[in-house]
Structure formats: structure tokens, C-alpha cells
């Protein structure tokens, strides 16, 4: 099959000069909306097809998954399939390096990573094995602190100079243990993908040289969210060639609180003092009005390069900003404004994001969209890949190619049940440190124990056995066909189907919809394994997780909506200690950084963007009052219409709206949008559709539960009172 012809033709001026200034370093300033990864992708393709660059040669680092899976295709339209393209998350790449090189460092090419969850349970077991109470001081904040140590490059034995108050001598104590704990299960966390390759790079020149000469063209996304271990990282590999392009926009330098350092954008001409700069200020997602109040607010920043985005696109409508009474009412207008959009413009939910400061914010939000009978999506709440059966059947997969992996090892020797013990397993760990053996290599020998019961050292061979067995057929067989044996052996689904409970039917779904992942992994991947397999889930995000597909609307926080984009979008929680944050108040630096957090949230919009804010909130059960964001008075005044809200229990407005909607003949495909009515309250305001009088509006509603009642009004101008228990209606949104 033949290459499609490529052309440059698709790029504006300023996007040409980046894509083809290809020798010596290149800082691209894409603002939002810009075309910044159009800019990666052709330049990647120009440096193939014109230059006749080796694709081995290229290494293209992108900070998630989804953003590389659309680079790589948007590559293949424009050249074809290219194989040999290092092109993946920072994290992704360095991870095959580390297993290329792990023999190096006495490492097994076959490590495992451990995700947050894996890396609480193992210093939660030091802390107890250290005698440092779990009550005083959380496992994960000195995950979070070793964590922050690793990305600023602070070594275990740097961290002794650290100490200063109870919660620092504790990590002092943790930190050399949890170290040396990792390296005897063979086992990385997320940091130590960036941080081990600097290591081996310093203690071993040879292999730095080696993918020095490899990467002769290095290409940086999203440059402004990169740590000081990704900067050292791509100082190392660029150092020869010096041929390294970072594109990103300091504007949207939001990840500050987890090590993220503005200063590699800010101060990559002095870095590299041969620099072009290009900027790209076009914006091709928003309107006029959009970009105006988004510059107004980030412009007030003093740590920021001067660029300014415009754009050929319609004005524009204003930009709504709405004082409410509380989260429930923010709850109802958000819901009120959806539901206008959708009658007036016809509108699918899929066009609509709900954007909010902190997780906590949802859950008014969430009860909101239920009541209102609404699909909705959330992007970042409990990840598929932490759910516990499915964790549990990941553990079992990482014994199989790590036996080492001790934390694996203790989640699930003994789930299913199989008679196990704590004081069991407590007993053959001692025995297992005092012969100097690994603890999998101890269960073999269980019957040379002492105070081990017959019931668990036959529980214990079977274990045992199994994962022997598994490990052998791990050669043999697709990482599907394994998986799909391994949980019916191993008695995970059995054990599910035996509860006979709803909770365990979801399990076994979930448990289901693993397997349908690994089929998906094996049939896409070349030479897929189970090591390859656990490696990409150990590297989901949230935003990865997402379904774009999905005709919901989306809730999520502003740091998640970062490089995506919605028709409308609402920001909600707009008051003073909220957003911006209380603790970020008394920072310069932690303002500017709140304050580019609500330039993304702004420019996340195509069309529309309503804002919200409440006189008073409940959050983390305090109720207090609240004052207006400073966020809002700094907006260009001339691109906002403000609005204040009463109680929204008053319906007369909303009949009055929908009247006229009637009146006017624009009504929505009820078809698409009808919902039975369950256990959600209803609200007055509401449209029906009953299988004897049609469509109709609830005027109001009286009782709970069994006795609840509605007034509705038909179309043909019948009222009824219905019992909601009996009545035979969907809830049209």
C-alpha cells in the first residue's frame, strides 16, 4: 500500500517554521487551541519523509497515553505505518528502557510497578514492622513525601539533611527501607521510572551513550508540566545532538503541587542559549469572547512569557457567571442550563463538561444530574484498574512474572480462602528472613515450619503450585488465554458466583471486563506478555479511562480537563478559598498557579462557558458563607453577563421557559433522552411522558417515598395527580 502524499499545506506560517526548524533546540509556545500537537506530529512527519530520518532515531515524549495514541495516528494519515518511533508517555518510555537494561543493575527484566495503592501497603508494613504508629501519620503522605523527594532528585541518603519535625524523622526512617524493599521484590514505583534511568545514566556512560547516538531528534510535550528528574532526564539524552524541541505554553503550568517546575519553559533560552522560538497565538477552538476573558485573567501573571491568542472564529456568546444560594442550587442551574441547551440547540450531552476545583465538589453535582434523569460520566473517581477483584487478579499476574513480589504475594495467598492465617503467614516470613530466602521460596518448605496448621500448609501448596504452573504456561500461551484459565483455577470468579449477591455480580463484571482488556491487549500488541500487559495499566491515568465516545456529559476536575476541549463548559465553585484554594492565597507563586488553572478551565470551551459561584457551601461538613472569586473580577467585564439566582424551588420561571418552547415548536427528541423513573427525587419543572395522556410538566410534588405524589400538567391540558409508586411514566431530560 502506498504512503499518502505529504504537504505542509495544512499549517499556518508560524506552525511551518516550527515543524521544519528540525536542527539544534526548539521551544514551540503553543497556546491553548493552537494546533500544538498538528505541530509535534508534522514535524515528526517532515523529519521522516523529508529529511529521511530513520524513525528509530525519533524519541517523542507525551504525558498521557490518550495524547500519544493520537499522535501515532495522526502520523499514520500523514506518512503511512511507521515503525521504530519511540512515541509514548514519559513514564512508558523510560519503563522500556529500564527493562532493556535491568540485567545492568541486577535487576529482572520482569519488574513490576507498583501503583500508589501497592506502594501504601508496603510502607504501611514497614511503619508497623518500625513500630511508627499508622494513627500518627498516614502511609500515603509519606508515600506523597518520598514521592515529591524522587522527582526533585533527593537521594535517601540526601533525605537524613531533611530532618526537622516528628512527621520528616519518620520519613527518615521509612524512606532507606521502603528502598531497599522495592529492590528485593524487583519491583519499581512510578517515580523510579524517571529517576533509576538518571541513575544508570550517571554510574554507566555507555549506555547513556548509547541512546545518545539512538535519539538524535528529541521532541517534548506538554514541556511546562516537566519535573526536575524529566528535565535532567532529556538534558542527559539531548546533550550530544542537541537537537531537542519542547512545545508547551507556561499558561497552563498547573501541576506545581506534584513537582511540575514552570522554570523549564521559563528558563529554556538560558539553558540552551541557541534557542528559536516560535510562538503559535492562533486559537482554532474558541470564540472571540472566550479568549478575551481568558487573557484578561492570565495576564495578571508576573511568571509568564508575553504572547497573546487571537482567532479567526465567531464573537461569541457573553459568558455567563451566576451567584447562587448553595451547592444545590449550583446543582439545579447547572442542570436548568443544560436542559436549555439542549431544547434550544439540540444539543447531546457528549457537547457538555462540568468542571470543579476539588473531587468534593461532585457529589452535590452528581445528586443534581441524578434527580434530573441525566447520563453523566466521572473522570477520576475510583479507577477501574483499583477496584479490588480486579486488583486482586493483577496481583496474581504479577506473581506469575515476578514471584519476588511480595506485596502481590500477601494480597492474595490467601483469597480465595484457603485457610491461611495472619499468624501463618507472620510465621513462615520469620523463618524465611532468618534462613535469608525470599518468602515464595519459603512456601515451598512450609513443612518445615513450625506453627503452621495442616489446613494451611495444604492451602499453602496449592498456592504454591499454582503459581509455579502459571509462571511455566506464561511461556506457552497468549497473556488472554492465561488470564482467562488463571481466574477460574485460581477460584477469584468461583468464589464471586458462590455470594450470589448483586455486589458480587458487579465484581465478576468488572472481573469480565478485565479479561475483555487483556483479549484487546493480546490481539493488538505485538509479542504481547503479561509483563507488557500489567506495565500499560500500572501507566492508566484517569483522563486515559475516559469514554469520549459515551453520549454523557462529564464531570471532572479542572487539572483533568487539561488538553481537552467541549462545546460548553461549566466552572463551578467560584469563591474566595475554594478556587483560588485558601493555602494557595498567601503564595505569589501558588495564586499564579490557581489562576492558570481557570485560564485552562476557560479555554477548555468551544462555544459556551457558564460560570458559578454560592453565597453559601457545605464542604467537608462545614457550612459557612462564602465570597465571590477574585477570578471573576478579573475577567474583561465586557465579555460577561452576571445573574443571581433565588430559591430555584420556585417553578414559575421554568414553566413560563418551557411554555414558550412549546409555543415555539422547539422540542427535544424525547426518544433519545427518556429515563425511568426510579428511586431519584422528581422535581417540579420536569417533563413526563405517560403511557396514557402523553407528555406533560410536573407542577409540583408533595410526600416521600410510598407516598409520594405529583401534580402533572398534559399537553392536551388535563392535570393529574399521580401516585409515583404506580404511575406508568418516564422522566424526560
Given at each position: 500500500m502506498d504512503s499518502p502524499a505529504f504537504s505542509l499545506q495544512g499549517l499556518n506560517s508560524e506552525q511551518r517554521k516550527a515543524v521544519t526548524a528540525t536542527e539544534g533546540p526548539v521551544l514551540v509556545l503553543a497556546g491553548a487551541g493552537s494546533g500544538k500537537?498538528?505541530?509535534?506530529?508534522?514535524?515528526?512527519?517532515?523529519?521522516?519523509?523529508e529529511l529521511g530520518i530513520p524513525p528509530f532515531e525519533i524519541l517523542a515524549v507525551t504525558f498521557t497515553k490518550k495524547a500519544a495514541i493520537e499522535m501515532q495516528e495522526r502520523i499514520q494519515k500523514l506518512v503511512g505505518q511507521v515503525h521504530g518511533v519511540w512515541l509514548g508517555t514519559f513514564h512508558s518510555s523510560f519503563a522500556k528502557i529500564l527493562r532493556h537494561e535491568a540485567p545492568a543493575f541486577q535487576y529482572s527484566p520482569n519488574f513490576v510497578i507498583y501503583d500508589t495503592d501497592d506502594q501504601c501497603r508496603l510502607i504501611k508494613m514497614i511503619m508497623e514492622e518500625l513500630d511508627i504508629p499508622v494513627s500518627r501519620f498516614h502511609p500515603k503522605a509519606i508515600q506523597g513525601a518520598i514521592s515529591q523527594a524522587k522527582n526533585r532528585l533527593i537521594a535517601v541518603e540526601q533525605y537524613f539533611n531533611q530532618s526537622g519535625n516528628p512527621f520528616e524523622d519518620a520519613v527518615i526512617h521509612i524512606y532507606p527501607e521502603y528502598q531497599k524493599r522495592l529492590r528485593e521484590n524487583h519491583a519499581f514505583d512510578f517515580d523510579d521510572l524517571i529517576t533509576v534511568p538518571i541513575k544508570i545514566f550517571k554510574q554507566y556512560p555507555d549506555i547513556l551513550c548509547k541512546y545518545q547516538k539512538r535519539f538524535q531528534y528529541i521532541l517534548v510535550d506538554e514541556y511546562q508540566d516537566t519535573n526536575k528528574a524529566q528535565y535532567e532526564l532529556i538534558r542527559f539524552l539531548s546533550k550530544k545532538s542537541r537537537n531537542l524541541c519542547v512545545v508547551g505554553d507556561d499558561d497552563q503550568s498547573i501541576y506545581g503541587w506534584r513537582g511540575a517546575n514552570i522554570g523549564n519553559i521559563l528558563n529554556f533560552e538560558s539553558d540552551f542559549p541557541e534557542t528559536r522560538v516560535f510562538r503559535l497565538e492562533q486559537n482554532y477552538r474558541s470564540t472571540k469572547n472566550i479568549l478575551a476573558a481568558a487573557h484578561a485573567v492570565v495576564s495578571r501573571n508576573q511568571g509568564r512569557k508575553s504572547k497573546k491568542l487571537w482567532s479567526e472564529n465567531p464573537q461569541g456568546e457573553k459568558i455567563e457567571i451566576w451567584e447562587v444560594d448553595d451547592e444545590r442550587e449550583e446543582a439545579f442551574k447547572v442542570v436548568d442550563k443544560i436542559q436549555e441547551e439542549v431544547f434550544k440547540h439540540k444539543r447531546p450531552f457528549c457537547d457538555?463538561?462540568?468542571?470543579?476545583?476539588?473531587?468534593?465538589?461532585?457529589?452535590?453535582?452528581?445528586?443534581?444530574?441524578?434527580?434530573?434523569?441525566?447520563?453523566?460520566?466521572i473522570v477520576g473517581g475510583v479507577r477501574f484498574y483499583d477496584r479490588k477483584e480486579v486488583k486482586d487478579v493483577l496481583?496474581?499476574?504479577?506473581?506469575?512474572?515476578?514471584?519476588?513480589?511480595?506485596?502481590?504475594?500477601?494480597?492474595?495467598?490467601?483469597?480465595?480462602?484457603?485457610?491461611?492465617?495472619?499468624?501463618?503467614?507472620?510465621?513462615?516470613?520469620?523463618?524465611?528472613?532468618?534462613?535469608?530466602?525470599?518468602?515464595?521460596?519459603?512456601?515451598?518448605?512450609?513443612?518445615?515450619?513450625?506453627?503452621?496448621?495442616?489446613?494451611?500448609?495444604?492451602?499453602?501448596?496449592h498456592f504454591y503450585d499454582l503459581i509455579v504452573k502459571y509462571t511455566s504456561l506464561s511461556e506457552k500461551i497468549s497473556p488472554a488465554e492465561l488470564t482467562h484459565t488463571l481466574i477460574e483455577d485460581s477460584g477469584v470468579l468461583r468464589n464471586y458466583k458462590e455470594e450470589m449477591s448483586l455486589d458480587g455480580q458487579m465484581r465478576i463484571e468488572n472481573i469480565n471486563e478485565l479479561l475483555k482488556a487483556v483479549q484487546d491487549y493480546t490481539e493488538e500488541t505485538e509479542n504481547p506478555t503479561i509483563s507488557g500487559f500489567l506495565e500499560e495499566v500500572s501507566l492508566v491515568n484517569d483522563v486515559d479511562q475516559w469514554n469520549d465516545k459515551s453520549n454523557a456529559i462529564t464531570l471532572m476536575t479542572l487539572h483533568s480537563a487539561k488538553g481537552l476541549e467541549f462545546p460548553v463548559v461549566f466552572i463551578t465553585g467560584l469563591e474566595e478559598n475554594l478556587f483560588p484554594l485558601s493555602r494557595s492565597i498567601e503564595k505569589t507563586e501558588d495564586l499564579e498557579e490557581e489562576r492558570r488553572l481557570f485560564y485552562v478551565g476557560l479555554t477548555r470551551a468551544k462555544e459556551k462557558v457558564i460560570l458559578l459561584g454560592a453565597q453559601n457551601r457545605r464542604l467537608y461538613n462545614n457550612h459557612e458563607a462564602r465570597l465571590p472569586s477574585r477570578f471573576l473580577d478579573e475577567l474583561d467585564q465586557n465579555t460577561c453577563n452576571f445573574f443571581s439566582t433565588h430559591s430555584i424551588r420556585s417553578t414559575g420561571d421554568l414553566l413560563k421557559r418551557d411554555q414558550q418552547y412549546i409555543e415555539d415548536g422547539i422540542m427535544p427528541d424525547y426518544e433519545s433522552f427518556s429515563q425511568e423513573v426510579g428511586s431519584e427525587r422528581l422535581l417540579a419543572g420536569q417533563w413526563v411522558m405517560h403511557d396514557m395522556f402523553g407528555k406533560g410538566q410536573i407542577l409540583n410534588v408533595?410526600?416521600?417515598?410510598?407516598?409520594?405524589?405529583?401534580?402533572?400538567?398534559?399537553?392536551?391540558?388535563?392535570?393529574?395527580?399521580?401516585?409515583?409508586?404506580?404511575?406508568?411514566?418516564?422522566?424526560?431530560?
Open positions: 500537537t498538528r505541530v509535534l506530529t508534522y514535524r515528526i512527519a517532515y523529519l521522516i519523509r457538555f463538561a462540568i468542571l470543579y476545583r476539588t473531587n468534593a465538589q461532585s457529589r452535590a453535582l452528581e445528586e443534581g444530574l441524578r434527580r434530573s434523569g441525566m447520563s453523566y460520566i496481583a496474581y499476574m504479577k506473581l506469575i512474572v515476578n514471584p519476588r513480589d511480595t506485596i502481590s504475594l500477601k494480597r492474595v495467598i490467601n483469597f480465595p480462602t484457603r485457610g491461611i492465617g495472619d499468624a501463618s503467614l507472620r510465621n513462615i516470613e520469620i523463618w524465611a528472613r532468618k534462613n535469608n530466602i525470599r518468602l515464595f521460596e519459603a512456601l515451598a518448605r512450609s513443612n518445615e515450619i513450625q506453627g503452621i496448621s495442616g489446613r494451611a500448609k495444604t492451602g499453602i501448596k408533595h410526600g416521600h417515598g410510598s407516598k409520594e405524589m405529583v401534580t402533572v400538567k398534559f399537553k392536551n391540558g388535563v392535570q393529574k395527580k399521580l401516585i409515583v409508586k404506580y404511575a406508568k411514566f418516564k422522566l424526560i431530560v
